[in-house]
């Protein structure tokens, strides 16, 4: 029988790589409490080639609330995950090991003290010995995502870093409700460190249309052309090609019919398999993406549909990073 997730052992949920040692066997504990509940020996730090950061930071949020629950609803969820796909043929988790860091600590000083916290977490991370591969950093608000920038900034090359951002906002004000670390001005902050390329877009104000426009470092695929088809595509592979990639997902980017866990949903957005074949797109092209997020999951009490894309999208991203396909999903 299935259960929709992870095969049972028949008393309780066994970790998906390794279980076939399990079968018919009573297990009297729950996988680990790790991103997909993987066993020590694909959780290692010093062993696993992809790395979990979780920021439950909320702080500017301006509508709803619970974006610090985020982090765990994700990793809650993700110990569901079947871990076989059938894109790359295997059970990726396998060839390359997660681990899961411990909760950052939330800076409530200002956002400016978050973000230089989060700056040097993620600087420190990535300069550090072992270091990931890729780093998988779940927020919390999309506000940390300037942290995070400045962090990439500081461990690779900055002539080489570009950003590719899906949301359903612009986020390009200069500051809000007297912030300029708010959530609402997130890609502003990124483009002062490099250009931006930004995907869904269908929530912009007056001042950052007016900015937008004058500013050679931003391109913007509104939803309505991304939901045109595909053509878009050719843009961003020319725009990611052979550089360092910040790949940063606000679910809000989503259609609110399959993501509605967000604090600012917005009509229309991209489908599942819109944005996936936007993270094919960056990750073929791309010279590396050695970090990204998926930010602003709002978990909404009794419904686990969300947690649950949340969880397989950051899964996906990872072995997206880390494997070559093994054949297209048909």
């Not at 060839?95 to 909760?103: A, Q």
């Not at 910040?246 to 991209?270: F, K, N, Q, R, W």
């Not at 709002?298 to 419904?303: D, E």
Request: charge should be neutral.
């Amino acid at each position: 029988m299935e259960s929709g997730g992870r095969e049972s052992g028949g008393g309780g949920l066994v970790a998906a790589t390794g279980r076939e040692k399990h079968m018919g066997k009573r297990e009297l504990y729950q996988p680990p409490w790790n991103f997909l509940g993987l066993p020590a020996e694909l959780s290692n730090r010093s062993a696993a080639r992809a790395w979990v950061l979780p920021v439950p930071y909320e702080a500017t949020t301006s509508y709803g609330a619970g974006t610090r629950d985020g982090p765990a609803a994700i990793i809650a969820a993700s110990r569901q995950v079947e871990l076989f796909d059938r894109e790359f043929g295997c059970e990726p988790a396998s060839k390359f090991g997660v681990h899961t860091m411990d909760m950052m600590w939330p800076a409530f000083d200002s956002p400016a003290a978050m973000m230089g916290a989060v700056e040097e977490t993620v600087a420190g991370i990535l300069r550090g010995s072992p270091a990931p591969e890729v780093l998988a950093v779940l927020g919390g608000e999309h506000s940390i995502s300037a942290g995070v920038v400045r962090g990439i900034a500081r461990a690779v090359p900055s002539k080489e870093l570009v950003v590719v951002h899906e949301d359903a906002h612009a986020d390009l004000r200069d500051e809000y409700e007297g912030c300029r670390f708010s959530h609402a001005c997130a890609a502003r902050r990124i483009l002062e460190v490099c250009p931006i390329f930004q995907i869904g877009i269908r929530n912009i104000s007056e001042g950052e249309e007016k900015f937008r426009r004058g500013c050679r470092d931003v391109r913007t695929v509104f939803a309505e052309e991304a939901a045109a088809g595909r053509r878009f595509l050719e843009r961003l592979a020319e725009f990611v090609r052979g550089k360092r990639v910040y790949l940063t997902v606000d679910l809000d980017g989503l259609d609110p019919s399959i993501m509605p866990a967000v604090g600012t949903p917005e009509p229309g957005g991209l489908s599942w398999e819109a944005l996936l074949d936007v993270a094919r797109t960056v990750f073929r092209e791309a010279k590396r993406v050695p970090v990204f997020d998926v930010v602003e999951l709002a978990p909404m009490p009794g419904m686990r549909g969300p947690d649950f894309l949340a969880a397989k999208l950051v899964y996906k991203l990872m072995s997206l990073a880390l494997l070559k396909p093994a054949r297209r999903v048909l």
